[in-house]
């Protein structure tokens, strides 16, 4: 059997109140008894990290992080609050958090009692099925706190902008962020990933919706060229409770983001997602929905674009529990090869345990129709502008799923920059 | 000048020869019909003249315009002023009719050195044109040919060729799927462009269109060549007769 690779496990543990220091202990144990992850375990079989390995990250200093701007590519948001984390850590002077409603607290982790987050941090996530989740777990040092009490209403989008940024050395670091929607609670969080350098960022979110919160979620990953980006989410979600996630991913060298529901009795949910790829891209996409409870939906539909060299990944898991009877869930992941050169793996899986249930899902990987393109250039439209129309076309419906109008129209301005690169590209 | 003059065409589609020998001229403001049975080449030679790749021309030449049609592609046929109206147009999901369309007149007009309609001049300009074919702004804001009917798909290809003006058109089997009323409809549209500076190549196979799109020349079609030239009586003598008597001849 091939040696196990245990990297960036050689900082000390930070000490603090018992039971974090308990969670941490174990959390080491779990990522040093896996490993990094290897092509050989099934989940991670179609993205491969050692490439993460040869990069000599440094762990990002606690004090001394580098300042960091607000680069270019982040959602564009206006009169959005907003919560800035440069590698990780709060940053005060660029967040706007004044005047929160009543009943909403914003802020840092770090800064937090650690009594207040006993009841959730760690408590959530299931880090021990993702190594990387649990070295997340035994370092985290910071991250976003968003707490709502029951029935409170978060006015304006919070925007969550996380900047990964290296100079010369090469930093990793590990984001931790908490969500706690108490009962009736209703909130939109739009997150943008965005930086500059070698970057190495390992997120975890937890997000606990209450019975009848509601929860907008969007994020935007759109790091550097050379950074690296590993996202773990999880959300529970209590009965009549109601989610609305899209993942936009463009950015960074090798990305995945993974993301795991949990489903109570008549919750909507709605995991939804688009990633563009190009040059040497690898972007993954892993989700897995878990049907516990009787009468919820699921809706889950993953569009994406990959151009030159680019790899992309999707794997979506369904699981209706035996209580999940009258389950309705529909899975739909398509994806749009404009090149040769470029590489789709997708793997829908529908697991069933209730009798009771309407379920669907479909993908299909294919390049644009020779038809439609001959169509279009027939009326004098040139090949470049042809192929943008339908590439436009194919990505129309997508971002489409988000719910929220503002960050809708964000996400869209994203995807049009994308596509105008693509268009110019290839004239 | 001829318009369009096409001298000893040869064209193979996936290795296996379908036109072979045509010779056809059209002179500026002439309509001509193409008519043929199943399988004569009919559609081959509009898809040879629009560009479209997977059709081999293996000899022969077209002389478009005083240029080398041939030489040109689809896209670069269209912006010199050729259009073909599909037999089977395509449906493109996501890309709405007025989209579309305004991308491929902004096109054309570039080509001819005008400038670009603005979103308000265009809508302007189409809506005129889609009132005289019954299409609803419904249908122009829809995606493009999603969920047509054959005789709503028949009539927004003659909405294109209104909107867009080209010096020539080729109408490839427009009567087919069409009930009465709507091949009416088509062709009166159709007629409304007749001008002298505009040539049309009827492509069908049924007289019943000539009727009302009259034609100044009729061809018979078979296996690949034009076995017959005549006036609009050919027509009627076709109809009486039927292809079998025209086939036949192609020997001679």
Sequence with gaps: ?427 | MPLLEINGLHATVDGKPILNGIDLVIEAGEVHAIMGPNGSGKSTLAYVLAGREGYEVTAGEIRYDGKDLLEMAADERARAGLFLAFQYPVEIPGVAGTTFLKAALNAIRGHRGESPLDAMQFLKFVREKAGALNITDDMLRRSLNVGFSGGEKKRNEALQMAVLEPKMAILDETDSGLDIDALKLVASGVNALRAPDRSLLVITHYQRLLDYIVPDYVHILADGRIVRSGDKLLAVELEEKGYGAFVGAKAA
């Design chain 1, 1 to 427: 059997m091939a040696r196990k690779s245990t990297p960036f496990a050689d900082e000390a543990l930070v000490a603090g109140a018992p039971w974090i220091d308990a969670l941490r202990g174990d959390a080491l144990a779990c990522y040093r008894e896996q490993g990094l992850p290897t092509a050989r375990s099934e989940a991670w079989k179609f993205t491969n990290l050692r490439r993460l390995e040869r990069i000599a990250f440094a762990p990002s200093p606690a004090k001394g992080t580098p300042v960091a701007e607000i680069p270019d590519g982040i959602a564009a948001l206006d009169g959005a609050y907003r919560a800035v984390f440069v590698n990780g850590r709060f940053d005060a002077a660029q967040s706007r958090l004044g005047d929160l409603p009543k009943g909403v607290e914003i802020g840092s982790l770090a800064a937090v009692d650690p009594d207040l987050l006993e009841p959730y941090l760690g408590r959530i996530a299931d880090t021990q099925v993702h190594p990387l989740a649990a070295l997340n777990t035994a370092y985290m040092a910071d991250g976003l706190y968003m707490k709502l009490a029951d029935n409170a209403v978060l006015d304006a989008p919070l925007h969550l902008i996380s900047i990964a940024s290296a100079g010369e050395t090469a930093q990793r670091f590990h984001p931790r962020h908490l969500v706690v929607l108490g009962e009736n609670a209703t909130a939109t969080l739009v997150e943008s990933h965005v930086g500059a350098g070698e970057t190495f960022s390992n997120t975890v979110l937890e997000a606990d919706l209450g019975v009848s919160a509601m929860l907008n979620h969007y994020k935007l990953q759109n790091e550097a060229p050379d950074a690296f980006h590993i996202a773990f989410s999880q959300i529970r979600l209590a009965d009549r409770a109601s989610y609305d996630g899209f993942v936009l991913q463009t950015g960074a060298r090798l990305a995945r983001n993974e993301v795991r529901v949990q489903l109570g009795d008549r919750v909507e949910c709605r995991l939804n997602g688009a990633y563009l790829g190009r040059g040497d891209q690898h972007i993954d996409n892993t989700t897995f929905i878990d049907h516990t409870a009787p009468n919820s939906t699921s809706r889950e539909v993953y569009k994406g674009v990959l151009d030159d060299r680019a790899r992309g990944v999707f794997q979506g898991k369904i699981l209706v529990r035996k209580d999940a009877q009258k389950t309705n869930g529909h899975q739909l992941n398509k994806t749009l090869l404009l090149s040769r050169g470029t590489e789709m793996d997708s793997k829908p899986e529908l697991e069933i345990y209730a009798d009771d249930v309407k379920c669907g899902h479909g993908a299909t990987t294919g390049e644009l129709e020779e038809d439609a393109l001959f169509y279009l250039r027939a009326r004098g439209i040139a090949p470049a502008e042809a192929r943008a129309m339908l590439v436009a076309a194919f990505l129309s419906d997508a971002v489409a799923e988000i719910q929220a109008e503002q960050p809708r129209a964000a996400f869209q301005a994203v995807v049009d920059q994308w596509l105008d690169a693509t268009e110019a590209s290839t004239r």
